[in-house]
């Protein structure tokens, strides 16, 4: 069975400080594997995904397969980055669901 | 494009009521899935469907009814409501499959009580 893991529940860093938000994973195929970000009073939207190999506001993750992990990472956090950041993954068979990780709650402070 | 618009946002029931969570999308997806988020607990998939006329189950799928008779539309009823259904619920679609570069949109939520 897939499973993503995020072990940090709530992430406080300052603002300008780098933030690095965890993601592990357990499959035993090939996974595609996202990050979604919440902002406070707005809907779930895709931030990046792997197969990418993006930058979006700053934010990079690399697949680890080694690891089986897939960290999201900022060199310097700003206050707008404050959100509920989920990690979700989509295997080879059945690739239009996602299983979600619970999340973590990334707030950066002034 | 209004993209995926749910309604009720909020709602309150009484345990053993029915009700039923609108979700529209006007983007012609194929691709269209309910999620319920628990605190802590991230999204947990209820059902899903690929095309009209076709539904399957998710994750957590006992106590709850979809159907897809149209592309645009995917209801989800609940026809007994308990405590434990008491939740937020997104309703999400997507064009295609997930690993080809589609992406999945989800609508704004709807919060449910059960009291």
């Known amino acids: 069975a897939q499973r993503v893991t995020q072990p940090e529940k709530l992430l406080s860093v300052f603002k300008g400080a780098p933030v690095e938000l965890k993601c592990n994973y357990s499959?035993?195929?090939?996974?595609?594997l996202f990050w979604y970000v919440q902002y406070s009073r707005q809907r779930l939207q895709l931030l990046l995904r792997h197969i990418s190999r993006e930058s979006i506001k700053g934010f990079t993750a690399d697949l680890n397969k080694g690891e089986t992990s897939f960290h999201l990472k900022k060199p310097f956090a700003q206050e707008e980055d404050s959100a509920m950041y989920y990690c979700?993954?989509?295997?080879?068979?059945?690739?239009?669901?996602?299983?979600f990780g619970k999340g973590t709650l990334l707030t950066v402070n002034p | 494009n209004a993209g995926v618009t749910q309604t009720p946002k909020f709602r309150i029931l009484k345990i053993g009521q029915s009700m039923t969570l609108q979700c529209a999308q006007d983007?012609?997806?194929?691709?269209m899935y309910w999620y319920r988020q628990d605190p802590g607990m991230g999204l947990k998939l209820i059902y899903y469907s690929v095309g009209a006329g076709i539904t399957d189950k998710g994750e957590v799928p006992n106590g709850y009814n979809v159907s897809r008779s149209t592309t645009e539309d995917f209801p989800l009823r609940l026809e007994l409501a308990a405590p434990s259904q008491t939740s937020v619920y997104f309703c999400?679609?997507?064009?295609?499959?997930?690993?080809?570069?589609?992406?999945?949109?989800f609508g704004e939520g709807s919060w449910l009580t059960v009291v």
């Open positions: 499959y035993s195929g090939s996974p595609e």
């Open positions: 983007m012609n997806h194929n691709y």
């Open positions: 999400a679609s997507s064009s295609g499959q997930l690993e080809i570069r589609n992406t999945i949109y």
């Open positions: 979700a993954l989509t295997s080879g068979g059945s690739n239009y669901k996602l299983t």
